[in-house]
């Protein structure tokens, strides 16, 4: 079934456009790693194959926010245990705050989610063991008026895709396929798994 890299091509395609967009698939979370040897989970919130961008959401205060601003090279990995397949992406980012598209986001959010970034930032210390939600909205759903102070700490990650690497586990053995982005076209080549 996967016999052509066309047809791993269109795998991976529709594998992450599904993703973004159905919480229940395995690779709707994804694994970030920065430059600085940190990786952590995020959800996938869009893949866009046509200008080759995966997006996620986050705090502006995270540290990886800080760390991509200094050196935007990232790896994204997904794997899909029941489809046996792993995809690992290999791209920059950049963060955004403001513009169309962290507008867009933080508008299409409920309530109750944005909520999120009205506490601490990530990672900041605390003395007992907190959620770092103000008390208040613990639970909470805040309305639109307590929402504005949240907005400048919600930030879109932009990743741009280089290079894709897709792998297959099968018992009449493995299949790995590599695609680099060249001029707005992936060229793709078969590689032993
Ligand atoms: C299932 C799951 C989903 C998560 N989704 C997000 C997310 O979409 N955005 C985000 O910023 N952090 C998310 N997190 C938290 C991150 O993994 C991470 O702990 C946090 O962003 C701080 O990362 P940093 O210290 O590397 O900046 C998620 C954690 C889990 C366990």
């Given at each position: 079934?996967?016999?052509t890299?066309?047809?791993?091509r269109?795998?991976f395609?529709?594998?992450?456009?599904?993703?973004?967009t159905?919480?229940?698939?395995?690779?709707?979370?994804?694994?970030?790693?920065?430059?600085d040897?940190?990786?952590?989970?995020?959800?996938?919130?869009?893949?866009?194959?046509?200008?080759?961008?995966?997006?996620?959401?986050?705090?502006?205060?995270?540290?990886?926010?800080?760390?991509?601003?200094?050196?935007?090279?990232?790896g994204?990995?997904?794997?899909?245990?029941?489809?046996?397949?792993?995809?690992r992406?290999?791209?920059?980012?950049?963060?955004?705050?403001?513009?169309?598209?962290?507008?867009?986001?933080?508008?299409?959010?409920?309530?109750?989610?944005?909520?999120?970034?009205?506490?601490?930032?990530?990672?900041?210390?605390?003395?007992?063991?907190?959620?770092?939600?103000?008390?208040q909205?613990e639970?909470?759903?805040?309305?639109d008026?307590?929402?504005v102070?949240?907005?400048?700490?919600?930030?879109?990650?932009?990743?741009?895709?280089?290079?894709?690497?897709?792998?297959?586990l099968?018992?009449?053995?493995?299949?790995?396929?590599?695609?680099?982005?060249?001029?707005?076209?992936?060229?793709?080549?078969?590689?032993?798994?």
């Amino acid at each position: 079934m996967f016999d052509t890299l066309d047809a791993v091509r269109d795998d991976f395609i529709r594998r992450l456009e599904r993703a973004a967009t159905d919480r229940h698939l395995p690779m709707h979370l994804a694994t970030l790693a920065t430059s600085d040897a940190d990786a952590r989970v995020l959800v996938l919130r869009a893949f866009d194959a046509e200008d080759w961008t995966l997006r996620f959401h986050t705090d502006n205060r995270s540290p990886k926010c800080d760390v991509i601003r200094a050196d935007p090279r990232v790896g994204v990995l997904f794997y899909d245990r029941s489809a046996k397949v792993q995809i690992r992406i290999k791209g920059v980012a950049r963060i955004e705050t403001e513009g169309p598209i962290a507008d867009a986001a933080w508008e299409a959010g409920t309530n109750f989610a944005r909520r999120c970034y009205l506490g601490e930032g990530p990672g900041t210390r605390s003395t007992q063991m907190t959620s770092g939600l103000p008390p208040q909205f613990e639970g909470i759903e805040p309305t639109d008026d307590e929402l504005v102070p949240a907005r400048p700490n919600f930030a879109v990650i932009i990743a741009d895709l280089q290079e894709v690497d897709w792998f297959f586990l099968s018992h009449a053995g493995h299949r790995r396929a590599q695609f680099t982005l060249a001029d707005g076209a992936l060229q793709g080549r078969w590689l032993a798994p």
